[in-house]
Structure formats: C-alpha cells, structure tokens
C-alpha cells in the first residue's frame, strides 16, 4: 500500500503559476508510473498528464500541453505538476495517482485549485 498526498493547490489568478506535489509514502514510488488527473464541479475526472517510473515518458492532455510540465524526484518520492498561464477552465480538485499508464492502483486525496478570471 501506498499513500499519496497532494499539496500545493490554491487560488490564484488567471496567467499565474502553482506547482502541485505528490509525495508517496513509500520508496517503492520510485517503480510507478505517476498519472495527474482533475476533476472540475459536475464533470467527469479528466486525465492531465502522466510520467513513467524512470522519466523518460511524459504524456499530456491536449489542453495542457505547453502550459503544464510533469517531473519526479524518485529519491524524495515525490512528483510535480508546474501549471503556467493558468486559465478558470483549469479549476478543479487536482489528484495525483500511482500506477502504470494504463491503470492507476493507488489514489491521493487531491487538492483543490481555483483560477479566477
């Protein structure tokens, strides 16, 4: 078991930054893949980003693709999400999950971030 916890989130304005961590509890972090998800007021959790256990692989959404950047410090077992340019449509509860691309087996409690306009 793994427990991850998310830190970070705030409110801020539009154009500004935030960087979200996720810390594991366990050095065994360092063998997952780390995947970021949100989820926004009445939506579905949508996907963000996701990077392999090594970082040679990093994915991303379309609609956070040259904004946002995804990296990990296996050695503090924790991965980052540097948000830039922030827009309102990226507010929403922010998660950090551990797993492979294709499934995520262990989930943080999220951190809410809030981009006012």
Known sequence: QVQLVESGGGLVQAGDSLRLSC???RRTFGRYAVGWFRQAP???RDFVGAISWHSEEIRYADSVKDRFTISRD???????LQMNSLKPEDTAVYYCALGSFSSYEFWGQGTQVTVSS
């Open 23 to 25: 810390a594991g509890s």
């Open 74 to 80: 296996n050695a503090k077992n924790t991965a980052y």
């Open 42 to 44: 009445g939506k579905e």
